[in-house]
């Protein structure tokens, strides 16, 4: 029995990042000989077990057969006789098809060596074009690692599987996982791009905007080192509410990302004319956007706003915030019960409060306010 540590651990070494997690091949093994070592078997679908003492992964050496459209069509065969080289070569790309032996020695067979020399996405073999999932596998490491190409060979094969309609067997969830893992990498408009090229991206999200200004502001909101549910904001807000809501529904996108985006993408008119609304406006704004019971998702609101608005300042997001802050520095509890039996008029009355409440925190000292983000005493704070 021999281990190999394999993929992304391996690759990642010879690209000289860190190393998080470790996958590992055994070689030579039984299930039976697995489990009286210690290791505990968790894998479904093919045997994958975990070591007793690091728990880390180890997976017996494998091949697959295709034998139904889609990622899950297939049937998986383990045995002691299976060599590294056949567990390799069903990988999805070379600089992942390397692996490391006990001793230190590489075993390279596909030359990922050389293709992450010359930053190069090539698939192992033609596999590749059996499983769906490699497409976006591809394009969530083109925005991890923005520098590399996707061969042209590579392309043509993701293109024809777009063409064949390979991509439409992709469940809804597992397109998700790998768009959201990408929209948390270094440059996420790479992970679009090469969808688009090869006809992925029309089938899988068609209702997406991937034009240059969209790709920008998520390109914007990665650097600012934003959390995921501003980033997929971000990436949206150029969108109509209708096909948000339909991409949302069709990919189960989560509740926190769907209703960022959905109120990111209404809200754009007007928080971008913020410096001037009035003080009923801007309250009526953040009750439509429940800002007063959610002011941590109204500031991501405006966070992923303010990617839009790259190429300009944007004071409207600290603005905003101060007169939310003034807003909910009202008592609503001590109004409501100033209201006596007048139950029905407790929302206009808090509502009258808040209002005046923004109007203070603008006044200016001849006694009337300025609500503009540019001026008067706005302007101090």
């Known amino acids: ?56 992964e180890y997976a017996l050496a494998r091949t697959e057969r295709k034998t139904a459209p889609g990622y899950r069509g297939f049937v998986f065969h383990t045995s002691p006789d299976v060599t590294l080289e056949q567990d390799l070569v069903r990988r999805d790309l070379t600089i992942n098809a390397i692996a490391r032996g006990e001793d230190g020695a590489l075993t390279d067979p596909f030359n990922g060596r050389q293709d992450i020399r010359d930053k190069i996405f090539r698939h192992v073999s033609d596999a590749f074009g059996e499983d769906p999932v490699r497409i976006l596998r591809v394009a969530r490491f083109a925005a ?95 969108l109509d509410v209708q096909p948000i809501e339909q991409l949302c529904k069709r990919l189960k996108v989560p509740n926190d990302c769907r209703e960022l985006a959905v109120m990111t993408a209404r809200e754009r008119g007007t928080v971008s004319r913020a410096d001037i609304l009035d003080a009923d406006a801007l309250v009526t704004l953040f009750s439509r956007c429940d800002g007063f019971r959610k002011p941590q998702r109204f500031e991501q609101m405006l966070r992923a706003a303010e ?61 009337n306010y300025c609500l503009h983000s540019r001026e008067g005493s706005a302007n101090k704070s």
Not at 21 to 35: I, K, L, N, R, Y
Not at 169 to 182: H, K
Request: with cysteine; glycine share 10%.
């Open 144 to 238: 991890r690692f923005p520098e590399f190409s996707v061969a042209p060979e590579t392309n043509a094969l993701m293109r024809k599987m777009a063409e064949e309609g390979e991509v439409d067997a992709l469940v809804p969830e597992r397109v998700w996982q790998e768009l959201s893992r990408g929209l948390m990498e270094q440059k996420p408009s790479r992970m679009f791009e090469v969808l688009r090229e090869c006809g992925a991206l029309a089938r899988i999200m068609p209702e997406l905007d991937a034009g240059p200004g969209a790709m920008a502001v998520t390109d914007c909101a990665a650097g600012a080192g934003h959390e995921l549910p501003v980033r997929f904001a971000a990436l949206a807000q150029g």
């Open 1 to 56: 029995m021999k281990t190999y540590i394999v993929g992304g651990a391996v690759r990642d070494e010879l690209l000289g990042l860190p190393v998080k997690d470790h996958d590992w091949v055994v070689v030579g093994a039984t299930p039976e000989q697995m489990a009286a070592q210690g290791f505990r078997a968790v894998g479904k679908d093919f045997p994958v077990f975990l070591h007793p003492q690091t728990q880390e």
């Open 307 to 367: 990617c839009g608005f790259r190429s300009s300042p944007f004071p409207q997001k600290n603005f905003l915030l101060q007169a939310l802050a003034a807003a909910r520095g009202v008592d609503a509890g001590a109004i409501a019960l100033g209201c006596g039996d007048d139950k029905q008029g407790i929302p206009g009355a808090v509502h009258a409060a808040r209002v005046n409440a923004v109007e203070a925190r603008f006044r200016l000292p001849d006694g």
